[in-house]
Every structure is written in structure tokens, then in C-alpha cells.
């Protein structure tokens, strides 16, 4: 593997919304075709050999939204995650969940356990659902942990960087999103250090396996430093 490897993906899936305004249909009908485009990109991921993918999924402030599409989206997370047992199996897709899991329904906490341990021992992908996942929150998530282990100053960025939740996975080397934004929106901050970025206008429901051999296209042209001169 060398630089031009894209090993950990980062996609801000966004536009599902406007997906589904733009048909005059309701916005939950742009979440589930979401999820229809979600199982595209991790196949295309897949056939990309992209090891790490990470999805952002639900934000910490997207509890901001009217009740009834906050509990939609709890709820596809409750029902849809496990009923896909059979996809992740044959695909050798291992599932894990990275976000704040202190706040949410026990309902849905369940259907997370259940997917992740169902899924422990593929390996041809990690796919990573941030749910209930903000930047802010994981590095405040981190430095609790550490006050709690009653570990003494100076902290160094190697001991944050250890109590990050899955410490094992690496840097996101690129983070891409839909819908023609071009913010972060509290996002992998602390492990987006260094990544590539790509801000595309076609809005997530439109993504597709093809659109990831582009993403990568894309990576690939980019020179990354790190702080030094490149090669
Ligand atoms: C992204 O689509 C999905 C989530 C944030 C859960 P949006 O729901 O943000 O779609 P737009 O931005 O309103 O079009
Ligand atoms: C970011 O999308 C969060 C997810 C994709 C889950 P939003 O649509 O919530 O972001 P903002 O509010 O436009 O920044
Ligand atoms: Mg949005």
C-alpha cells in the first residue's frame, strides 16, 4: 500500500431531503432511497478495496429536526440495520457504530449490539455508521475518559488519539459529500487531520457504485504531504 491507497472513506451523505422535494414526495421517502444508495456504495467500496467506510448517518444535532423525522430516522436504524444480516454476511461486511451511544432509545441500542456482534469476524470491509455522532462530542468523549483514568498531564495527542472510540481504525484519508455543501458539519474532526476532500452536487440518493471508481478517480490525483515536500 502506499499514499495513493484509499484505505478509509469518509462519505457526509446529504441531500435526501431535496431528493425527495424535488418529487414532491415526503422526506422520509429520500431517507429510504438513501439507504438504497448506502448498499450501492459499500459494494462499490468494496470493489474499490476501500477497508474502511464511514458513513455519517445521524448527527448530534440532527435531534434539531421536527419529532416525526428524528423518530423516521431512529427507527430505520432500529429495523434496518439487522434485517440486513444476509448482505453483510455474504459480502464480508463488518458493521460497527461509532457516536455518543448514551442517549439513545434502547430500542435502537439493541439493534446496533445485535448487527455488530452478528458482524465481528468479517473482514473484507469495516463499515462505520456514525450515528448520534458529532466531532465535538467524540473528543469530549476522549478527554473524559482520560480524566477518568486519572491520567497525568501532559496529555499528548497520541493519548487522545488512543482514547478516540476504535483507536484501531486508521486516519480517514478522504471525506467526500452530496448535495453540494461544502462544510464538515462536525464530522471525523479529529481524524481528518490530514484527509483529501471531494464536495460533490449529486445528491446522495443518485450515488451509486460507478460514483465510487470516481470518488477514488479523484483521490488518486491528489498529492498528499503530510508536512513534508511529497514525493
Ligand atoms: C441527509 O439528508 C440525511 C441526514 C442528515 C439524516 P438530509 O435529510 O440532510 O437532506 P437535505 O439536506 O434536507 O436535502
Ligand atoms: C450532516 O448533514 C449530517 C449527516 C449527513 C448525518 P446535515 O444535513 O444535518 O448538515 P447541515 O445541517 O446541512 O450542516
Ligand atoms: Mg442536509
Known sequence: MDDKDLIHLGIIMDGNGRWASARNLPRTAG???????????ILGSISNNIKFLSLYAFSTENWKRPDQEVKYLLNLVA????????FYNTNGIRILVRGDSSNIPPKVAAAIKKTEDATENNSTITVIICFNYGGQNEIARAVNEIIEEKIQAPITPEIIRKHIQYPFVPPVDMIVRSAGEK????????????????????????????????????????????????K
Do not use: M
Open 31 to 41: 431517507h429510504l432511497e438513501g439507504l438504497k444508495a448506502l448498499r450501492k456504495c
Open 183 to 230: 462544510r464538515l458539519s462536525n464530522f471525523l474532526l479529529w481524524e481528518s487531520a490530514y484527509s483529501e476532500f471531494g464536495f460533490y452536487d449529486k445528491l446522495f440518493p443518485e450515488w451509486n457504485e460507478d460514483f465510487i471508481k470516481v470518488i477514488k478517480n479523484d483521490f488518486q490525483k491528489r498529492t498528499r504531504k503530510f508536512g513534508g515536500l511529497g
Open 79 to 86: 429495523t434496518k440495520l439487522p434485517a440486513e444480516l444476509k
